[in-house]
């Protein structure tokens, strides 16, 4: 069957899909975007605004239905009675795991992937970040630095949309903002205590999030309503189906196939290049080939690499672009579970007004200017809020009274939440589980990953330090924490493709380009090789954007 | 059920010679009106009538309407039916029943028959019980949680609570929430929006 050769093919339609499926067709090249999952429309599909009442389970879920279809997908707490449908089915995706070392995949397959469902807060990374492998003799140096990428972020940036206070802080370097969110009353006292107590080394800055704050490129500003992971009508927050895949498709280049289950890559022995992408139809379950110049892998960290291991030929038998034997290991995850809560008195007369689908933020401290017994840092996330009438299940008292009280807000309380980088270890690791398929008969992975030492130390650092700053600001009741959070639900798995200057020891060159294969590009987290402590998504859209640009100057130059 | 597996279901029944009483109640569950009362699941009338009057004694009628009005006892039969599993179930219909058994040790009257005032004698003992879970003493007791969960009265206020709450009565009237915020402030007086985050 002679079939049409696109310039471009772009597998996965999510975060960094749809980056490099705008990037790809604005430069000129015609482009197929291949989705495993459903198409979405966001006049049907977009559930932010169906009140509760309507729910039947009044946003307590549907548990015997999650028990049965998503058991690993209930365990993300971003899942609600509204969005359970843009979280995949477990049955269909399985995949396995060491007895005794859970892994939790949390996926999204549709088109906008998990960028639908994601927690929006975007910040850079700075060279405290890119040289910390080099600096430490841990895996391998990065073979980028800030310089690298600033261009990129301030691209991205200006793009997508980011609201945020400028701080000057070098291990996390300003971008492009749009104005930061509103501090509430709690926030403002643990801010203020905290610039008090901890003068040059801790500060408190609202979050930076991929939510607008005012007219952006076409997209209105936030309107505060409160559950973005529900879809947004007024385009408000940064996702592919809300920012980047409109402008590829207005490019008239693009074309975006859902149902479209990538099983492999095909590899040409005679040039060393990829030729085509076998395709499983989600519908049909027909397989299918489409034939390209270039492929980029946007299809998330695991799901990349999978298809890179299930692409292994006798070139490669160890799975596709393999040669140094990193494809699949250095698997991180952020870590998440150590921290800190407590009670905020006064302001009683004060309330905030909607629901700021953000929060605030601690940059990381720990190992900026003073060495620790760890190594690399966390930050903190959280914020302030005044209890409703959920305390009411633990107050005594029923009958008139007890209604009155509780139809007023409850007190002030503050939380600080960790975030906490993941050493890579090659330990950590994803390899083919040849007699287990998916529903589309694709072999399935089996994971292996655990924290380690430093990660377990920094956890226990969190709640020391929240505490320490929660206490600064005379918060009383102070509930310090850390539990023991199975890898995967911070959902920032990365690592499982990393970049590096040496072929023998990485799997991508400077440019997301594998090292071994000429026009194949990974640029989602796989590429990562640390994960730094930052929410990553912004890094993984910036080098996306970046590869597309080298991608296209190569090819103009005859040489891709 | 999924409505499309209902659908099936009714497809197949067609074929049959009847239509079997559980796609019957089914079909009218799909196209109840809104505003008609669905059939009870869980709940047997006499359980209805309990859970209605201990709802309306937990989350009375003031200036706002209470419980019975925002229909709590049509929350809390869907979550019996279709959200606990058989222990939970059994164990909060057996809670229901040993409120009329202290009702009538106390007052020789199912719970429904007793006057609010005695209904809230009850109530006042049963929260009581559960004073020294609400409030953990130092060294509070570890299994705090499963007493508290498999406490009849406290899932009972729970549910009660979670009903109201979220149901449209609650949330426009009691609460004054609207969905779409009239604008977004940190620091905004209380009464301008409603309470909490």
């Not at chain 1, 058991?71 to 707490?77: A, D, N, S, W, Y």
């Not at chain 1, 909607?354 to 930050?379: A, E, M």
């Not at chain 2, 067609?14 to 569950?29: C, D, I």
């Given at each position: 069957m002679a079939s049409k050769v696109y310039d471009a093919i772009v597998i996965g339609s999510g975060i960094t899909g749809g980056w490099a499926a705008k990037e790809l067709s604005e430069k000129g090249l015609e482009t197929l975007v291949l989705e495993a999952g459903r198409p979405i429309t966001p006049e049907n599909d977009y559930v932010e605004?169906?009140?509760?009442?309507?729910?039947?389970?009044?946003?307590?879920?549907?548990?015997?239905?999650?028990?049965?279809?998503?058991?690993?997908?209930?365990?993300?707490?971003?899942?609600?009675?509204?969005?359970?449908?843009?979280?995949?089915?477990?049955?269909?995706?399985?995949?396995?795991?060491?007895?005794?070392?859970?892994?939790?995949?949390?996926?999204?397959?549709?088109?906008?992937?998990?960028?639908i469902t994601w927690g929006r807060q975007t910040y850079r990374w700075s060279d405290l970040d890119f040289e910390a492998n080099l600096r430490e003799g841990i895996a391998v140096d990065w073979p980028i630095r800030y310089a690298d990428i600033a261009p990129w972020y301030d691209y991205v940036e200006d793009f997508i949309g980011v609201s945020g206070q400028a701080e000057g802080l070098p291990q996390l370097p300003d971008g492009k903002f749009l104005p930061p969110m509103e501090f509430n009353c709690a926030e403002v006292i643990v801010r203020d205590a905290i610039a008090r107590h901890f003068p040059g080394e801790r500060r408190m800055t609202m979050g930076r999030c991929a939510i607008l704050t005012q007219l952006h490129r076409g997209r209105m500003p936030c309107h505060y309503c409160g559950p973005c992971a529900r879809g947004c009508m007024t385009r408000s927050y940064f996702s592919s189906l809300n920012s980047t895949l409109p402008a590829a498709l207005a490019t008239g280049k693009t074309t975006v196939r859902p149902f479209s289950v990538v099983h492999s890559l095909v590899f040409d022995a005679n040039t060393r290049k990829l030729t085509a992408v076998r395709v499983i139809d989600g519908q049909s379950k027909q397989a299918i080939e489409f034939r390209a110049n270039v492929f980029f892998l946007c299809a998330s960290a695991l799901e990349s690499a999978r298809i890179l291991l299930n692409s292994a030929n006798p070139e490669f038998p160890d799975g596709l672009a393999n040669s140094s034997g990193e494809l699949g290991h250095n698997l991180m995850d952020h870590l998440m579970g150590g921290g800190a809560r407590g009670r905020i008195e006064g302001n009683e007369d004060k309330a905030p007004?909607?629901?700021?689908?953000?929060?605030?933020?601690?940059?990381?401290?720990?190992?900026?200017?003073?060495?620790?017994?760890?190594?690399?840092?966390?930050?903190?996330?959280?914020?302030?809020?005044?209890?409703?009438?959920?305390?009411?299940?633990?107050?005594?008292?029923?009958?008139?009274?007890?209604?009155?009280?509780?139809?007023?807000?409850?007190?002030?309380?503050?939380?600080?939440?960790?975030?906490?980088?993941?050493?890579?270890?090659?330990?950590?690791?994803?390899?083919?589980?040849?007699?287990?398929?998916?529903?589309?008969?694709?072999?399935?992975?089996?994971?292996?990953?655990?924290?380690?030492?430093?990660?377990r130390a920094l956890l226990q650092d969190m709640a020391v330090t929240a505490s320490e700053m929660l206490e600064a600001a005379g918060a009383k009741d102070i509930d310090s924490f850390v539990e023991d959070n199975a890898p995967g639900l911070t959902i920032h798995e990365m690592g499982t493709a990393r970049m590096g200057r040496d072929p023998k020891t990485s799997v991508l060159n400077a440019h997301n380009q594998a090292h071994d294969v000429q026009n194949l590009f990974v640029t989602d987290g796989a590429c990562m090789a640390s994960s730094s402590c930052v929410n990553p998504s912004l890094t993984y859209m910036a080098l996306t954007a970046r590869a597309c640009d080298y991608a296209v100057q190569q090819m103009k130059r005859g040489e891709l | 059920?999924?409505?499309?597996?209902?659908?099936?279901?009714?497809?197949?029944?067609?074929?049959?010679?009847?239509?079997?009483?559980?796609?019957?109640?089914?079909?009218?569950?799909?196209?109840?009106?809104?505003?008609?009362?669905?059939?009870?699941?869980?709940?047997?009338?006499?359980?209805?009538?309990?859970?209605i009057a201990l709802s309306d004694r937990i989350i009375p009628s003031t200036k706002t309407p209470g419980a019975k009005a925002a229909k709590v006892n049509q929350f809390i039969d869907v979550i019996v039916a279709d959200w606990y599993d058989e222990e939970e179930k059994e164990s909060f219909l057996a809670g229901l029943a040993e409120v009329d058994a202290r009702s009538q040790k106390l007052f020789g009257k199912d719970f429904v028959q007793l006057a609010p005032a005695q209904q809230d004698k009850?109530?006042?003992?049963?929260?009581?019980?559960?004073?020294?879970?609400?409030?953990?003493?130092?060294?509070?007791?570890?299994?705090?949680?499963?007493?508290?969960?498999?406490?009849?009265?406290?899932?009972?206020?729970a549910l009660t609570l979670t009903g109201y709450y979220t149901s449209q009565v609650g949330f426009e009237q009691e609460l004054h929430e609207s969905i779409i915020p009239p604008r977004h402030a940190g620091c905004a007086p209380v009464g301008e929006g409603a309470p909490g985050e």
């Open positions: 605004h169906v009140p509760v009442w309507e729910k039947k389970f009044r946003g307590m879920n549907d548990t015997r239905k999650l028990d049965q279809e998503q058991p690993v997908q209930r365990t993300c707490g971003g899942l609600d009675e509204w969005n359970s449908k843009f979280f995949v089915n477990d049955r269909e995706n399985p995949y396995t795991t060491p007895d005794g070392k859970p892994f939790l995949w949390i996926r999204g397959r549709q088109v906008g992937g998990r960028s007004l909607g629901h700021r689908p953000n929060g605030i933020y601690v940059p990381r401290f720990r190992n900026v200017k003073q060495k620790q017994s760890f190594l690399r840092g966390y930050g903190f996330q959280g914020g302030g809020s005044r209890e409703g009438w959920q305390r009411g299940a633990n107050t005594p008292g029923f009958g008139a009274d007890f209604k009155q009280a509780l139809g007023r807000p409850g007190p002030w309380s503050m939380g600080l939440y960790g975030f906490g980088e993941c050493l890579p270890n090659h330990g950590n690791f994803i390899a083919i589980d040849k007699g287990k398929v998916d529903a589309w008969g694709i072999p399935t992975l089996h994971i292996t990953a655990q924290w380690r030492e430093n990660e | 059920m999924e409505r499309r597996e209902v659908l099936k279901l009714l497809a197949g029944a067609a074929s049959l010679p009847f239509l079997s009483p559980e796609a019957f109640s089914l079909f009218q569950a799909m196209h109840a009106q809104p505003g008609k009362n669905p059939a009870l699941q869980a709940l047997n009338p006499h359980q209805n009538a309990t859970v009850l109530l006042t003992v049963m929260d009581g019980e559960l004073a020294d879970l609400y409030h953990p003493p130092a060294g509070y007791r570890k299994d705090r949680v499963n007493l508290l969960e498999n406490n009849f009265f406290f899932r009972m206020k």
